[in-house]
C-alpha cells in the first residue's frame, strides 16, 4: 500500500513539472496527461489496499469472525498440492488456447507480409515463452507459497483470510456467486465470487479445508444468507 502512495506522490510531481515555467518539462502535455492517469490508478490502488488492510484487521481481532480454525502441516500439504494441479490444469488449457491464437494471428501475418518475417516470428516465439513461463511458474509459486504459510482460516461473512491470502467480495460491482460444503478433494468449504475490474467480469474460487466437525454446512448458510440481503 506505501509503494501505491508513493506511486502517487510521484505522479503528481511529474504533473506539476509541466506546469513551472523554469522546469525542462514545462508545456509537455503528454507527461501532464500520463503523470494524471498514473496518478489517479495508483490513488485508485493505494485506496482499494487500505480499506482490504482495514477488513483484514477486523478478522485478525475477531471483530467480524464467523468461524476460525488453523490448518495442520498435513492438511496445508493437501491443500497446497490440490491448489497447485488445480491452477495448473486451467492454466494450461487458457495456455494452449492462447498459444492457438497467437500462431493464427502471427502466422497469418508471416505469410502475407513480404519484408519481416523472422522478426515476427521471434516476437511470436517470445509471446509463447513468456506467458508458458507465467503458465507454468505461478503454480508453483503459490504452492511454495501456501506450503510456507500460517495455515490460519478466518472466515467472515463478506470476506476470508485463507492461509496468508486476504479475499473479499464486498465492493461494488462484486459478490457471492455460489457457496457450499464439499467432501472432495477435502472436507471444507467451497466460495465462488465474483469482482469486476479493467479486465471485466472475473471469478475466483475457494477450496478451504476444514478439520473433521466443522459445521461448514451453517458457515455456508450463513455467507449465504448475508449475500442476498446484504446484511454484515
Known sequence: MRGAWWVTLAAVLLVILTTLEESPLYGMHPFTFLGGFIALGSLVVALIFRARAKKLSTLISGENVVAAWQLSQEEKAIYSHYLFAHERSKNLL??????FLIVVIFGLFILLI????????VVMLGLIVILSLFA???????RQKNLHSDGIILIGRKFAYVNGFFHNWDF????????KPIDKPF?????QYYYVDRTFKNTEELFIPAPPGTDVHNLAMEITVTAETGWR
Open 187 to 191: 472436507y471444507g468449504l467451497y466460495i
Open 114 to 121: 513480404d519484408e519481416g518475417k523472422g522478426a515476427m516470428l
Open 94 to 99: 487458457i495456455l494452449g488456447i492462447t498459444t
Open 136 to 142: 507454468l511458474g505461478m503454480p508453483i509459486f503459490y
Open 172 to 179: 461494488p460491482l462484486s459478490g457471492i456467486q455460489k457457496v
